[in-house]
Each structure stands twice: as structure tokens, then as C-alpha cells.
T-cell receptor, first 113, second 113 residues
């Protein structure tokens, strides 16, 4: 069974540009989560989808971040316009049920210059 | 919210035993996870404790004391490949029912010959 995949693995952009990250969860997992780890800090929750609906987006930093999961399969996280402090590793995770263990993707390393 | 504390770095010798501690404060404890993360890779699920006691899984064991807000991950017969970051994450069912885990900063374990 394929695990959670994320694309791209790395992205280097300039301040003010737009970047879109993609996550493909494990097949059949209705629950999809986005996290971010800024250098030197802990992994922090951004938001949680159940199928195509946003269950919890309390961790989204501001309105420059937009997450979508049209059709309830893969998800995208767009940052527009990107700022320097958005640099970090963006992880996606999925689970069958909210109470069950989350399985993580390898992350997208975003560097904003 | 949760305050999760774990040592930043530990070193150990191949073949030895190492214990990584994690303390936490939470208002509605609903489970504690340990993840292993090699550099540049996805966090990988190791264990889940929701009741007090020791859970053993091969060379790895995880212990939980809810009354003390304390857990440890025990790694036996250390191998060089065990060099990684170990993340403690606590779930709080008071977080709007979405069961989102809060992560510690991770403990970087270095195993040397």
C-alpha cells in the first residue's frame, strides 16, 4: 500500500511569489491533515479535512494560506503571497478515522528568499 | 493547551539501552504518540499509549503515567540506524473534538559505535 506522498519535495521561491503544495493521502483515508515545522521549532498543526470539508482550520497562520481538497482525495495548500517567515517543512498526514494514528508524508521543504 | 517537554539531544552506544523521556501538561488527555523521524524523511509511527503502563514492541517500548504526565520511549540493543529524531505527541480531546496531536520539539538521538 502506498504511503502519503507530497509534491514537490523542495521549493525555493522569492518573497511575494505563490507556491502550491500537494498532498496525496493513503487511499481510503478520509482524514487529511496539514502541519508545518519551522526550523528549530516543533511540528505545528495547520488544518484538518474530513473528506472535502474543513473540520478544523484553527492552526492556519493567516489568510495568505488556502487549503483545498476538492473531491475529497488529494489536497493542495497554497501560499500567496509568500513571506520569509513561511519557510519551513510542510507535512501532510492522513488517517482512516480522526481517533486513529496519523501517517505522515515526507514533507515539502519550502524556502522563501 | 499542552506543554510538551523532551530532551533536545541524547547520545548512546551501539548495543546499549536508551530511555527518552517526555513530560506534558494537558487538560483532556486522550493519548500519547511516539514517532521516529530520520533526517529528510517522514515521521514514522512507533507507539501509542492511552492507558498507564508499558507497551512493548520488539526493541522499542513505551511507558505512560497519566497521573504524572510522563512517558518514556525505551530503545534496546541500539543500532546505528536508530540515530534519528524521536517525537513525542500528545492528543487532547478538548481540542474541539478533532483529536489533533500536539508535538514536542523532538529528541535527536545519536548512536555511535
Amino acid at each position: 500500500e502506498a504511503g502519503v506522498t507530497q509534491f514537490p519535495s523542495h521549493s525555493v521561491i522569492e518573497k511575494g511569489q505563490t507556491v502550491t503544495l500537494r498532498c496525496d493521502p493513503i487511499s481510503g483515508h478520509d482524514n487529511l491533515y496539514w502541519y508545518r515545522r519551522v526550523m528549530g521549532k516543533e511540528i505545528k498543526f495547520l488544518l484538518h479535512f474530513v473528506k472535502e470539508s474543513k473540520q478544523d482550520e484553527s492552526g492556519m497562520p493567516n489568510n495568505r494560506f488556502l487549503a483545498e481538497r476538492t473531491g475529497g482525495t488529494y489536497s493542495t495548500l497554497k501560499v500567496q503571497p509568500a513571506e520569509l517567515e513561511d519557510s519551513g517543512v510542510y507535512f501532510c498526514a492522513s488517517s482512516q478515522e480522526p481517533v486513529e494514528t496519523q501517517y505522515f508524508g515526507p514533507g515539502t521543504r519550502l524556502l522563501v528568499l | 493547551g499542552q506543554n510538551i517537554d523532551q530532551p533536545t539531544e541524547m547520545t548512546a552506544t551501539e548495543g546499549a539501552i536508551v530511555q527518552i523521556n517526555c513530560t506534558y501538561q494537558t487538560s483532556g488527555f486522550n493519548g500519547l504518540f511516539w514517532y521516529q523521524q530520520h533526517a529528510g524523511e517522514a515521521p514514522t509511527f512507533l507507539s501509542y499509549n492511552v492507558l498507564d503502563g508499558l507497551e512493548e514492541k520488539g526493541r522499542f517500548s513505551s511507558f505512560l503515567s497519566r497521573s504524572k504526565g510522563y512517558s518514556y520511549l525505551l530503545l534496546k540493543e541500539l543500532q546505528m540506524k536508530d540515530s534519528a529524531s524521536y517525537l513525542c505527541a500528545v492528543r487532547d480531546h478538548a481540542s474541539g473534538g478533532s483529536y489533533i496531536p500536539t508535538f514536542g520539539r523532538g529528541t535527536s538521538l545519536i548512536v555511535h559505535p
